[in-house]
Every structure is written in C-alpha cells, then in structure tokens.
C-alpha cells in the first residue's frame, strides 16, 4: 500500500527553522513529482512547493519563496521541506503529497499531515 | 496567478439530495481542476481530475463538469458520509490554488 509519513514539526518561535520529512512507502518514489501543501487554520489549502522526479526542478509558492527548500533522496525513500526565517502565517498542517502520474497535476495520496506552529 | 472562487461557502443539505458545487477561474484553464473531499482530522481526497475524470475507488454518485472558467461538481444523493468540505484546485499553472471550499452539512 502506498504511504506518506511526515516528521519533524512543532513549535518553533518567530525567525526560526524546522526541517519536515516524509517517508514514502509502497511506490517507486523516483517517479513521481511529489508537492507540499498547507492548511492554515480558517483559510483552506494553499500549495507551497514541488520538486521533480529527480529533483532538476524545484518551484515555490511566492510566500514561502527565498525561506523554504524542497529537496528529496529517493534512495531513502524520502521528501524534504527545510523551514527557515518561519512566521506566524506559516503556522498550519502541513502535507505531504504526490502527484498522480497522468500528465496533470492532482493529489492521489497525501500523508497524515504534520503541525507547525510559529508562535513566541 | 490563476484564482479559483468556489460556491456557495456553505450549504445544508439532506440525505438523498443532489448537490451542485462551483467553482470559477479568473481566467481560462482549459480543463486543469481537480476536486477534493476533506473530512475533519483527515487529509483531503481526491474525487476528480482534469475536471471529469473519476478518481479510482470514489462512488459514481460523484461526477465533475466544465472547462475553461466554469467547474461543476456535482453529487447525486447525498449519502451520511458524504458531509464534508469540498475543495477545488487549478492544475493548470503554479501556484496550483485551491477554492476557499464548501462546507456540506445536514
């Protein structure tokens, strides 16, 4: 069965870092563009970044453009989102997804989401 | 970056029922939306792609129309389990935006 397991969130304060990882299970990672995506609280989904299949293409959303890193090691089976100067609006849960393989971009399989909270 | 407005925001509903969802472009993407269910505590699921292709393992009662600016989301009797929040997504250039989402309640 495919699966989708974030680590690394918490509270963090403001200007600080945190480094989120996901562990895919049951697919060959390599082939898939893999994405990040948020909740924030009261405000719905936002995407925040992607990365191709070996990693040559990386694209951010503007908030999170020049503080975020999306990175993967697909022999470790795992995705990468480096958190860094964080902010208040950065709280949310963040996801861990991949992208269907049909020539459009869409969600098929996330992971259970993991909190981060920026707060003093 | 394109913009997607769903509606309405909230809608109560009844076991049964037929419910139609929207969700507008700002601008044209051909047919680049996808739908999701999102119950509480859970992640979102993918019910549509490329706005009418049915994921696989979601009940036919859902199907998803339009191209261009406009996008249908459509459920045919509504099931207990189907109360959720529904959310649309442009897949057609990044920032892939999502809806603001629509809240099916009893």
């Known amino acids: 069965d495919v699966q989708l397991v974030e680590s690394g969130g918490g509270l963090v304060q403001p200007g600080g870092s945190l480094r989120l990882s996901c562990v895919a299970s049951?697919?060959?990672?390599?082939?898939?563009?893999m994405h990040w995506v948020r909740q924030v609280p009261e405000k719905g989904l936002s995407w925040v970044s992607r990365?191709?299949?070996?990693?040559?293409?990386?694209d951010y959303a503007d908030s999170v453009k020049g503080r975020f890193i999306i990175s993967r090691d697909n022999a470790r089976n795992t995705l990468y989102l480096q958190m860094n100067t964080l902010r208040a609006e950065d709280t949310g849960i963040y996801y861990c997804?991949?992208?269907?393989?049909?020539?459009?971009?869409?969600?098929?399989?996330w992971g259970q989401g993991i909190v981060v909270t920026v707060s003093p | 970056d394109v913009q997607v407005t769903q509606s309405p925001s909230s809608l109560s509903a009844s076991v049964g029922d037929r419910l139609t969802i929207t969700c507008r472009a700002s601008r044209d993407i051909s047919m680049y939306l996808n739908w999701y269910q999102m119950k509480r505590g859970n992640a979102p699921k993918l019910l549509i792609f490329a706005a009418s292709n049915l994921q696989r393992g979601v009940p036919s009662r859902f199907s998803g129309s339009g191209s261009g600016t406009d996008f249908t989301l459509t459920i045919t009797s509504l099931q207990p389990e189907d109360f959720a929040t529904y959310y649309c997504q442009q897949s057609y250039i990044i920032p892939y935006n999502f809806g603001q989402g629509t809240k099916v309640d009893i």
């Open positions: 990365i191709y299949k070996d990693g040559t293409r990386l």
């Open positions: 049951g697919f060959d990672l390599g082939s898939y563009w």
């Open positions: 997804v991949r992208d269907l393989l049909v020539g459009t971009t869409a969600y098929d399989y």
